[in-house]
């Protein structure tokens, strides 16, 4: 009884989204997707950075939707992905190093205690 009911739906859905000459609307898409409580807005983004423990993940020219179900936000993300591995870049490094007159040693040790954070790391050097 409940898969012929989910079926049935199913069916509806379909033919709403899709209209019964198959093209996709749009309009009718975003309709059917309000009615289940779905929302879907774009985010200008120029850039988006993941951070993770061995590295990072960088997203340039995003395209990013934010979509909401049942009050819980989530977001799908697509662009040119770039992958750093390693917690500190170098290029961080020479900046702190730059900016603070110190050497490579005591600004690599500066931007591991402040988790790559190149701001705390100038300050914690500065002080």
């Given at each position: 009884m409940a898969r012929s009911r989910n079926l049935f739906i199913g069916r509806i859905l379909f033919k709403?989204?899709?209209?019964?000459g198959g093209g996709l609307d749009p309009k009718?898409?975003?309709a059917v997707m309000k009615q289940m409580g779905i929302n879907q807005e774009d985010v200008d983004a120029k850039r988006v950075v993941i951070e993770r423990d061995d590295g990072r993940i960088i997203i340039e020219n995003p395209s990013v939707q934010k979509i909401i179900v049942q009050g819980q936000?989530?977001?799908?993300?697509?662009?040119?992905?770039?992958?750093?591995?390693?917690?500190?870049?170098?290029e961080d490094v020479k900046l702190v190093m730059e900016k603070t007159?110190?050497?490579?040693?005591?600004?690599?040790?500066?931007?591991?205690?402040?988790?790559?954070?190149?701001?705390?790391?100038?300050?914690?050097?500065?002080s």
């Open positions: 709403r989204m899709f209209g019964l009718k898409i975003k936000a989530s977001f799908q993300i697509a662009g040119d992905i770039k992958e750093e591995e390693g917690g500190i870049r170098e007159g110190k050497n490579e040693k005591e600004a690599r040790k500066a931007l591991e205690n402040a988790n790559g954070d190149i701001a705390e790391a100038i300050l914690s050097l500065g």
